[in-house]
């Protein structure tokens, strides 16, 4: 089990790893779910909950939902571009079974493996500022607590990797990003967690070269190699 503490200054204190579909928490992310349910009410327009089993050994975490991806079809990575080289992935690994369809009805089910987002509701431009990336964290401790066999995280961004060290009460000095990087935590009931950083597999990196589907593949066999 990997223990972390809910940070004192979360807009609630709670322990829960899944935010109300009414979750207003956040002013500004509240308002756009808004507005965009007003815009395409058959979209989801909620926080999207994490996808996955409570028996998994890896976690992934993104930065939020994309507007037409996740937070259209209401289940992470699902309708982007980004799910698209993710759930490949996933299939690749075995760590996903099905047929991966870019909707939430597709049949696709994970396996030993759980996909979570830093925040959980769509951000104008894709762009969560600090107050919400904390205060959405509450939701991140409590979801890495609640996976008791969990031995991976791999974190997809910079954003996504700041947060989740902050939840585990770890010093980013001490563990700065880099790509395919390992980082071994310990201390506490948080010995033997392995966290890696990936670059985000979004359209802009891939496109750009930053990301190559070779290079999201060496993260995903690093972390096997420490999965069960």
């Known amino acids: ?20 579909a009414e979750c207003r928490l956040c002013p500004r992310l509240t308002q756009f779910r808004a507005q965009n349910a007003d815009d395409n009410p058959s979209w989801f327009n909620a926080p999207v909950p994490s996808f996955g089993p409570q028996s998994a050994e890896l976690l992934i975490v993104g930065l939020a939902p994309g507007l037409k991806g996740a937070n259209k079809t209401g289940r992470p990575f699902t309708g982007d571009y980004a799910g698209d080289l993710l759930y490949e992935t996933l299939l690749n690994f075995g760590f996903a079974k099905g047929l991966y369809q870019a909707r939430a009805d597709d049949g696709l089910h994970l396996v ?12 104008p431009q894709n762009k969560p500022v600090g107050k919400e990336i904390s205060t959405c964290r509450q939701f991140l401790t409590a979801r890495i ?42 201390g506490n009931d948080r010995h033997g967690l392995i966290v890696i950083d990936s670059y985000h597999c979004s ?26």
């Open 145 to 186: 607590n609640s996976l008791k066999k969990l031995k991976v995280i791999i974190v997809l961004g910079r954003i996504a990797h700041d947060s989740t060290l902050t939840a585990l009460e770890v010093k980013k000095s001490e563990h700065p990003f880099g790509h395919n990087k390992t980082h071994h935590i310990s």
């Open 203 to 228: 359209r802009y990196n891939t496109n750009t070269g930053r990301l190559t589907p070779e290079m999201f593949t060496a993260v995903f066999e690093n972390a096997q190699n420490y999965v069960g």
């Open 1 to 20: 089990m990997v223990a972390v503490t809910s940070s004192s200054h979360s807009a609630t204190n709670t322990n829960s790893p899944e935010p109300s």
């Open 112 to 123: 030993n493996c759980m996909i979570s987002n830093a925040v959980r509701c769509v951000p």
